[in-house]
């Protein structure tokens, strides 16, 4: 029996810092108001060479450090995330490049901010079912690039970011004990990100023009959302105890999604629960969807709340809408790395960018050298598009 413990962690948040000050000058809010209704102070936003595949990256190179474990034996990489900077190729793959990590699979995962805990599930699944050994799990989100920054319900409350763990096999007992996925596809209308993909077909006309106007911001139903997140935060919390047979009182902490602190504060109290148990860090970085519990979980950690042998709680909720949690028992000591340590750990991924460039070259030249893939010139004559020079078969000209 194989067990999926937590070995790495690790959290990047951009730089540049945006005040609620900043946004009440340009709509009409107050920095009082954000703080009385959400809890939420600041919230980074990404620089415009930063994608959410480098957030994720960042957090993932920190995260293996922290594990001790060389990129080039990772074996999964798996990154929730509702801003990927393409549908395909997947963040995961991009982050799998920036790593070098040779030997993994990659995928995106899509669950909104739900997305990190069943990302986490999934890849706890790999491990004790013997079909991956080892695997980096990220959420890593750019929000401030999908936001209507004229909407005052909705850009006060997101940031950019990410964080990572480290997942490894062990025949020891611990790690990720159980998880519950939930969903609920009718309150979809609730938090809405439309996909860019509306382009019509012109070679079949108007009715193949896609469907209206979409915009490619988030929408939300604020009450509504608000009411769902309290009701399954002390739901799932419940139902993923039951699963790893154990009581409320085993948990020593719980990372919920950092959304709002007036949602925590109430599922605490349907709890029954003092919201110290509830690790809160929302203040300084925003609602940064997929990639909260993970940035919350190093902030934990750095402030000295995790220790061997405790019972962790992750619950995330979000759009979907979707919800999941995950307890994990703690099982790890952070070891002292030393800030040259970490810079001397940086070198391999230059290399990595190196080896990913000289893949691309290798590929330019293979095309330049071996021309057309099609075998032989009268193979290709005979397929030319316009049909003409073919021989026989369907089309073939009469001579
Ligand atoms: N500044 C000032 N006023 C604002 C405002 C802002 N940023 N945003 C909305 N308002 C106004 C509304 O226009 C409304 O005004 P009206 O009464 O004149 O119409 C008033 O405040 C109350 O709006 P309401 O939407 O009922 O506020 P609320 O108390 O529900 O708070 C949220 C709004 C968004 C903070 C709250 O609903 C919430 O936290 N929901 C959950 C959001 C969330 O966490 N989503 C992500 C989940 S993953």
Redesign the pocket.
């Known amino acids: 029996m194989k067990y999926a413990h937590i070995i790495g962690w690790g959290k990047y948040l951009p730089q540049r810092v945006l005040t609620n000050q900043e946004i009440s000058k340009t ?4 920095h009082e ?2 703080v009385a ?2 809890g939420i102070h600041e919230r980074r936003i990404a620089g415009t060479r930063e994608t959410t595949a480098t957030l994720a990256f960042e957090a993932a190179a920190r995260a293996l450090f922290v594990a001790g474990l060389h990129p080039s034996d990772v074996e999964l990489i798996i990154v929730a995330t509702s801003t990927p900077e393409s549908i395909f190729p997947a963040t995961a793959c991009q982050v799998q490049d920036y790593l070098g990590a040779t030997r993994a699979g990659a995928f995106d995962l899509s669950a ?2 739900s997305g990190f805990v069943y990302a986490l599930s999934m890849a706890s699944n790999a491990i004790t079912s013997g079909a991956a050994q080892n695997a980096v799990v990220i959420g890593a989100e750019t929000m401030s690039r999908v936001l209507d920054w004229q909407d ?3 850009c ?2 997101f940031g950019d970011g990410a964080g990572a763990v480290v997942l490894e096999g062990s025949s020891i007992p611990g790690g990720v004990l159980a998880s519950t996925l939930r969903s609920d596809g009718s309150g979809g209308d609730l ?1 809405r990100l439309p996909a860019v993909y509306h382009n019509p077909v012109p070679i079949l006309g108007g009715e193949f023009s896609q469907n209206g106007h979409h915009k490619n911001t988030i929408s ?1 139903k ?2 509504q ?2 009411r769902f ?1 309290t009701n399954v935060i002390s739901d799932s919390v419940q139902d993923v105890l039951r699963d790893a047979q154990l009581s409320i009182d085993d948990v020593d902490l719980i990372i919920p ?1 950092q ?2 602190v ?2 925590i504060e109430t599922a605490a109290k349907r709890l029954k629960l003092p919201v110290e148990r509830f690790f809160i860090n929302v203040a300084r970085t925003g ?1 940064t ?1 997929a990639a909260s519990i993970p940035i919350a979980l190093c902030d934990a950690v750095d402030a000295g709340l995790l220790h061997p042998d405790d019972n962790v709680v992750f619950v995330g ?3 979907g809408l979707s919800w999941a949690a995950s307890v994990v028992k703690w099982d790890v000591t952070p070891p002292d790395l030393s800030l040259p340590d970490r810079e001397w750990g940086r070198v391999r991924y230059v290399l990595a960018r190196g080896r990913s460039r000289l893949r691309q070259l290798g590929r330019h030249v293979a095309s330049f050298v071996e021309g057309s893939p099609t075998p032989d010139a009268r193979l290709r004559e005979r397929i030319r598009p316009d049909g003409r020079g073919r021989t026989h078969g369907r089309g073939a000209k009469k001579r």
């Open positions: 709509v009409d809010t107050t108001w954000i209704r959400t909104a901010c005052r319900g909705t006060i409350l938090l939300m604020g009450r959302v608000f997140a999604h959304a709002n007036r949602i609602n969807s909720f979000g759009g």
